[in-house]
């Protein structure tokens, strides 16, 4: 079982401003990192550390971390935002670990 | 051009081994970890293995542990995994990837297309 948890699907309206979570003991003491993953494509980072997007990655992705939970917010949603986003920790051994990942359908 | 490429993925029986090759090309391959990742079919993403930049330090998922081994080769700018008495649930695409590690920080920075591995009698 996964020490991350992430909401299995969320849906927004195109336009408008989404958070996608994930949760995890991990997030206390590591950074999460973000992945956008479209179908039939590998994952792409779009945000990791404190809220650094990697070139390319427009800025209306921004994240932040409270306490135990990491969030991944897209303000203004667009249609090929449309994806499935995993968010990554670290488990009790300090190794990587993958949330079960966020399916986010835009209306 | 900046890529990493996979290969070596293929159909094996129950109990069978692999070996998944990744060549690197378009940045000093030597300074950076590396890691396998796998996803199952319709599944989500499970990171599998890494190894740091000289190959003196790697780590494997429980799961994978006493049969699978990563390694690598910096003169060929090779990143390898040895899987061995593979079972059916380690049907995936396997993808390797670039590692950027730093203190609480840890990112998949770069990502191949990945290569299928199906376990099947």
């Known amino acids: 079982s996964s020490e991350v948890t992430q909401d299995p699907a969320v849906s927004v309206a195109l336009g408008q401003t989404v958070t996608i979570t994930c949760q995890g003991d991990s997030l206390r003491t590591y950074y999460g990192s973000w992945y956008q993953q479209k179908p039939g494509q590998a994952p792409v980072v779009v945000l990791y550390?404190?809220?650094i997007r990697p070139s390319g990655i427009p800025d209306r992705f921004s994240g932040s971390t409270s306490g135990n939970t990491a969030s991944l917010t897209i303000a203004g949603a667009q249609a090929e935002d449309e994806a499935d986003y995993y968010c990554n920790s670290r488990d009790g051994s300090a190794n990587p670990v993958f949330g079960g990942g966020t399916k986010l359908t835009v209306l | 051009e900046l890529q990493v490429v996979e290969s070596g993925g293929g159909v094996v029986r129950p109990g069978g081994s692999l070996r998944l090759s990744c060549v690197a090309s378009g940045f000093t391959f030597e300074d950076y970890g590396m890691s396998w990742v796998r996803q199952a079919p319709g599944k989500g993403l499970e990171w599998v293995a890494n190894?740091?930049?000289?190959?003196?330090?790697?780590g494997h998922v429980g799961s994978v542990k006493g049969r699978f081994t990563i390694s690598r080769d910096n003169v060929k700018n090779s990143l390898y995994l040895e899987m061995n008495r593979l079972r059916v649930e380690d049907t995936a695409l396997y993808y390797c990837?670039?590692?950027?590690?730093?203190?609480?920080?840890?990112?998949?920075?770069?990502w191949g297309q990945g290569t299928m591995v199906t376990v099947s009698s």
């Open positions: 990837t670039r590692d950027v590690r730093s203190g609480d920080k840890y990112v998949f920075d770069m």
């Open positions: 190894i740091n930049w000289n190959g003196d330090s790697s």
């Open positions: 550390g404190n809220n």
